[in-house]
């Protein structure tokens, strides 16, 4: 069976920017963001990618034309070999009427009201009904689909199931939490067999998203909400949270059954009306670090007092001892940690897809576990690697090398030379573009496009910063480390692997006089750990460059600048590479040099 997911709106953004005001600082607050496509072929994952990947927008909301297009390129297909469409969207006409039967009893002026139900049909039948995307559908790649092969999966099991796929299909309970679905913001319940069951009385509304208000908390602090919330994660890292919380104290309220509320629901038409409590409780907001690190240590609390107390409901309801949390709440890598430890649940896994970059895949899995000649359903996942976009051969990468001839120099190596001479030059303080086979899925850099440095140099953070990445001196990096050395360097707990930097541990003390460059001020990294199954020769680099250092990891961040995606191409890297201070540039087996224009 032949299952190909995708997620995206041709005309959401301008919907969204016409209707809702969603420019400027609220360009991503959007249905549809993290636009993307995937393959599923009789329960294989054979390719994914992110449309911001090919089409170079950052979270866009595009229909992912190009992603589709590459999926079936790569697998070898046609739109007509398709068995099933999987949509990770369920607005049906009984979603429909709920939902408008939701704003018309919320607490809002009557004119705010009116414009909110009439702006909700519009979209409703212009954009995300179902006639309305596959008409988007067959006017963007030119193929109109069979209605009875189109399979459109609620938002939240599109996501529990990513999870559930990428766990190895395996008996899990499971929270989920982001900003909004359909109608929700959060639920908690079980999968079992591939079967969802829901446990409806602890289901979050989007009134109630802890992650929109947690969205409001980044805007307060002059971020952008729904793309820096990771900015939060960062920041609490300079100071505890206030005692009383603030938040705990006079915003969010605990019920049974795993639910909250806030002391009043947010306001879809005003994304800003939490503000004025945010300065009565925090004082008028200031531009400091102090100042904004109180508050994102006080938000980070917060989300682990709500998320723990959802887990509490969850451990009662369920005897299944492995958990997954999926949903964009779960990138918040600080609260995965402490959330896990203080349950009873064996393992937590996070997956990197657990944002909306994932959901074309579990839309795909759901089509697939769910449909009756799925003879092989039952079987345990295959394999599941991050490594599903494109990749580009050495035809392609000499091409672009010589594009950029005038301003590259360059030299061909063997594998092992690679491997040896990038581990020699990472003994200095260099950074290096680290450029290899198929481009990750999900929003984080896992080793094929990557930045590289020695996080021996304690002001190695501060030069990729400033010089490279061109953000804010605050943001941590993170460390690889071998899978088996990890619990040697950091506290992990109940964790024995961390694949996709979705979790936060300690650093041990013995090595934060070591690691100086990848422990952040809280004595903390974000770690990816690596195998030699997973990733070869960057398990390969990292043995041969502790061999030389005894530095037992590598400093990585994603290879882009600030603003942009992930590199893709050869020509993507070569431009980022050529736009910042990175010093050289593994392309492949291409080792790239700025040529000197002093002459």
Known sequence: ??????????????????????????????????????????GEL?????????????????????????????????????DRIAIPWNWSAEVQDQLLSDITSAPMEPSARGYLVSSMRKLFAEVVSPEAILADFAARTGFTPDPDKVVFVPHHFAHAMTGYYMAGMKDSAFLISDGRAERFSSLIGEIRDGRIRVFDESTIGAEYSIGLLFAA????????????????????????????????????????????????????????????????????????LEYKAKVAAAAQEMLTVVTSHQLRALEAKTDLNHLLFEGGVALNCLNNTPLLEGSRFDDMDVSFGASDTG????????????????????????????YLGPEYDDSTIEQALREFGDRVEWSRLSDDAVVDQVAKLLTEKVVIGWYEGRIEHGPRALGHRSILANPNFPDIKDVINTRVKHREPFRPFAPIVLESDAPKIFEMGRKTRSPYMTFVFPVRPEFHDVLPGATHVDGTSRVQTITDQDTPRLAALLRRFTALTDVPCLLNTSFNVAGEPIVCTPADALKCFLGTEIDYLMLGNYLVRKADTSA
Not at 10 to 21: D, K, Q
Not at 29 to 42: E, F, I, R, T, W
Request: with cysteine; aromatic share 12%.
């Open 217 to 288: 908390i980044t805007r307060f602090l002059g971020f952008v909400p729904n793309n820096d919330e990771y900015k939060i994660m960062g920041l609490a890292g300079f100071a505890e949270p206030p005692a009383p919380n603030p938040f705990l104290e006079h915003i969010v309220e605990l019920h049974e059954d795993g639910r909250y509320t806030f002391r009043r629901p947010l306001e879809t038409d005003n994304p800003r009306s939490f503000e004025p409590l945010f300065e009565q409780y925090f004082g008028p907001v200031q531009d400091t």
């Open 359 to 386: 959901i074309v895949i579990g839309a795909a899995v759901q089509a697939w576990v769910s449909h009756p000649d799925s003879a092989d359903k039952k079987k345990s996942a295959p394999r599941v690697t991050p």
């Open 46 to 82: 054979v390719a994914a990618v992110e449309e911001e990947r090919l089409n170079r927008e950052k979270k866009t909301t595009d229909f992912p034309v190009n992603s589709v297009k590459w999926c079936l390129e790569h697998a070898g297909l046609r739109f007509s070999d398709i």
């Open 1 to 42: 069976m032949i299952v190909l997911g995708w997620n995206g709106f041709t005309r959401v953004s301008e919907f969204f920017a016409e209707n809702f005001g969603a420019v400027g600082t609220e360009k991503h607050y959007l249905l549809g963001h993290d636009s993307g496509a995937s393959l599923l072929v009789d």
